[in-house]
């Protein structure tokens, strides 16, 4: 897996500009959802209009870009202008301190970036006679406390954000694991689990995401970038996207944070047959271990995508209901033995662009127009088990392979998850509930990481037998 990519030492004017275009999108398309989490002070439900009101008159001004100063500038002009409610005049004052700050750098580094949101803080708390605390003031706040703890560490912008946009969702996590901790033992996996939000949530699972490379751009796993975003990323990039795994330092971070709230860790990863994952947090968890003496254990699912998702569902109900560290550890072979990942495509080629499939074996399958069958064993490894020309035979395949083992017992669960393919999704899901008599546990994209090594039109079954 690369993980070389272009730095951005210096932001200039059109970076600024852009990077706040980005960031507009992401409250546009998260409106209802800043409206749905806004209950503090008191549960108005309208921080994410406001704020999507103040951004959109900065996505609809024409902003200069040759400048950083001229462009802050003119973004805060904008922002104040559109500003509405108490969150989107804080958020309009603090780039007003922004601008201000700004001397006359064409650009700047990471270095005085953070000197200069620092300053700009003062600006946001003054817009308001009475500022409280656990509003978008102490994000704002709390973000440029965390900009400037890594300003030594980090001399690329691109970097800086990313670690930064972690470190604002993380707080919201946190916030819930000090004040809502529903269970001794902390459960933590990475982005290619494809377990939906409200899973996520419920049971506290922690996600370490890999991430995903279009050229100079970086992206986290399901953080800064959605499966809905990443499809529409290869046909305008220029090189085939690459991946690559959450690294030690990731890992220990997490490790040591969980070791201060929980009793004991689990973690449970993508087969390390596949992903260096598993490797990194089992450095990074014998490492902190060491030190904090918190028993941290890192298996090895031997699965991933929705196989590995129904695996933490097992362990996550199965603590909920009482179950010990070490009740987790001795049932994890069996949970991965009655478990089954069957998985269909519309086509080969994105496994070869990946390096997943051979070019030899791949200008074959495109020859022959092949829709592959893969299992992934119990050792972790995936599997050919069907060479259908059609999905329609590639659909038949899976679903008489799902039929015998639906035969030998009971199903726990099963989950359905696809790579920008519903419709093929939605149809393993209704035959599935006529044969088992209820509804998947969850239908799921597949995570951005699983897209680029499988391509879109991949559907992968999950059965877990009882």
Known sequence: MNKNFSKIKKLNGKQLYYSFLAGAQRIFDNQKLLNKINVFPVPDADTGTNMASTMRSIADTSIPTGSLKQTATALADAALVGARGNSGIIFAQFLYGFSNEIKTEKNINVNSFAGIIDKSVDYAYEAIANPVEGTIITVIKDWAESVNNLKDKIDDFKKLITDSYQKVDDMVFQNEILHNRKTKIALVTDSTSDLPQDIIEKYQIHIVPLSVHFGDNYYLDGVTITPNQ???LPNKSKVYPSTAQPGFKDFSNKYSYLSTQYESI?????SKEMSGTWQNSRKAAKTISSHTKNEISVLNSKRLSNGLGLILLRAAKAIENGATHEDILNNMDKWIKNSKMLISSKTIKYMVKSGRVSAAKGFIGKLLNLKPIVVVNNEGKTELIGKP?????????????AKKLIKTGEVWEYAVSHANNIKT???YAKQLEDLIGKKPVFIRDVTPVLGVNVGPGVVSVAIMME
Do not use: G, P, Q
């Open 425 to 427: 999704a939605n149809w």
């Open 266 to 270: 689990i973690a449970m990863h993508i």
């Open 230 to 232: 990443f499809y529409k």
């Open 389 to 401: 020309f059609t999905e329609k035979a590639s659909m038949k395949i899976v679903m008489d392979e």
